[in-house]
Every structure is written in C-alpha cells, then in structure tokens.
C-alpha cells in the first residue's frame, strides 16, 4: 500500500520523505489555506520533496474553467496529479485530462457508484473519505469494501485512494481490505511506528547493555 501525506506544510512533507516511506502527497484547498502560504509556491516545493504524485485541487466548478485551472497546475511539475472534485464536470475534466496523460486524483467521493463512475471516466485515483463518512452516521470502510469490489469485477486501474483518515485503524483496515494507497495527517504516520511494547523493549535492552560496559563503536 502507498503512503501520502495529507498536508501542505513543508516540514512534516521533508521529514516523512527522509524516511523512504513517503509515496506521495495530497493537499486541498482547506489544507492550503491552513499554511498559509501561496498554492503555486508551495505545490512547486512539495513537488520537489516527494516523487511521487502530489494532488492539487482545481477551485472552479465548470469543466471549462477546471480545464483553465489544470492547464496552470500540471505545468508546476511532472508530478502533480490534478484533484477534481466528483460531480458531472469534475469527471469530464477527469475523463478530458486523463485522455491527455495528466494524471488525476477525483475527490469527495462518498458511495460506490461514484467510484464506479470516476474509475469510467479514467481517474488515476479515487478518493473516498473515510473519516468524514464515519462521522455521518456510516462506516466509510465498507465503502472501501465494496469499492474494492466493484474495481476488481472490472479490472479498473483506477487506484483507491482513502482519505480523510483519522487514526492508525483506519490505514489497519485499509490494508486488509487491499486499498491500493491510503493519504493521512503527519501525526497518523508518526503513530504507525508506535507500540508501546517496542518502547519497553528498547528500555530494558538499553538497560541491560549499559551493564555490560561494551560499546559497538571503537
Ligand atoms: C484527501 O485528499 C483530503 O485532502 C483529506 O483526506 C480530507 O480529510 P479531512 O476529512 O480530514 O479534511
């Protein structure tokens, strides 16, 4: 499973990516509000740290103009993945874009029929929100689930792609499913790496060590 990171600050973006782990980013415009900073600039950096695909979201709401808008964004960089939002015009700048080889990410999807109809109109990914579904009285993993359905049965290329995650259960549950990448805040990454077993473990271990007076470094 792919890995993004939900965000438009720089720090967290560099300091995930010195992990290796980091297949991509996404952001949106909530997110580029939050850092304050001007949407062209800081995609252009972000596109700099990662390699992989970093969305960026079109504001208009007509197909014309998206059109306008992804012909401004996919010059910032090879790798910058346009974020359609899924409505009628959404996936015919969708189908308009990926019909050129610019790839696309198409967001807010909440039922599987609107994954069905993005992976049509040839998305790259799909972007159902999970924790905003939950928050609706649903559960967005069976969303996923039946998404992962429905792809299989036709052998979409279209990846899933589970946003709005709000915690380490989540991406759990992503990767049983076989979500093909999951995007989520720096802090649920961080907390992907915790146990607090494996803390103990260091302790004692350190402990232990110190006793026997030995170090590994000459
Ligand atoms: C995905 O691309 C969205 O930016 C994001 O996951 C939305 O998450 P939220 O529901 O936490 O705002």
Redesign the pocket.
């Known amino acids: 499973m792919k890995f ?1 990171v ?1 965000t438009a600050e720089i720090e967290p973006i560099r300091e995930l990516a010195a992990t290796g782990l980091l297949d991509g980013v ?3 415009p ?2 580029i509000a939050k850092s304050g900073r001007d949407f062209m600039e800081v995609t252009k950096e972000i596109c700099g740290l990662v390699d992989g695909p970093v ?1 960026a ?1 079109v504001v208009a709401l007509d197909h014309a103009t998206m059109m306008k808008e992804a012909e401004v964004l996919r010059k910032i960089a090879d790798n910058v993945c346009i ?1 359609v939002p899924l409505t009628v015009d959404g996936l015919k700048t969708c189908k308009a874009l990926t019909g050129e080889g610019t790839m696309v ?1 198409v ?1 807010l999807c909440f039922s599987a029929n609107q994954a069905l109809l993005a992976a049509k109109a040839g998305a790259s990914f799909i ?1 159902p ?1 999970v ?2 579904h939950d ?1 609706n009285g649903f559960d967005g993993m069976d969303l996923i689930e039946d998404i992962r359905l429905i792809y299989d049965n036709y052998n979409f290329a279209t990846e899933i ?1 589970v ?4 915690h380490t259960t989540h991406v759990l549950q992503a990767a049983k499913i076989g979500a093909d990448v999951m ?3 720096p802090k649920v990454i961080h907390d992907l790496f915790k146990h607090v077993l494996t803390d103990k473990g260091i302790e004692g271990f350190m402990a232990d060590w110190a006793k026997t007076g030995q170090t590994i470094l000459k």
Do not use: M, Q, W, Y
């Open positions: 993004f939900d996404t952001t949106n909530s997110l969305s979201e974020k990410n967001t972007s929100f924790g905003r928050d792609l946003a709005s995650v709000r995007t989520a805040p």
